[in-house]
């Protein structure tokens, strides 16, 4: 997976969806350009400012608790 400084705000944001192609490399695709217009639905990387960003509480408390046990 691609480190969270290379990808910038998608990297937790509720609204991205990892997609994998046959080759292992992996893309975030962005689940709210389905609906919003002004979203690219491949972002370019990193994102440094969004308009769409929603904090994916989940993730971010996974990453507190990874945080905990190093
Ligand atoms: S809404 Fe913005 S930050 Fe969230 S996945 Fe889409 S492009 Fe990334």
Redesign the pocket.
Known sequence: MLDSKRVG??AR?A??RITTNRRGSQF?L?G??MTDPR?RKY?SLP?LR?E??ELDVQSNNQGRENESHE
Do not use: D, R, T
């Open positions: 705000l998608c944001c609204h991205n975030y962005c709210l350009a979203l972002p994102v969004c769409g960003f």
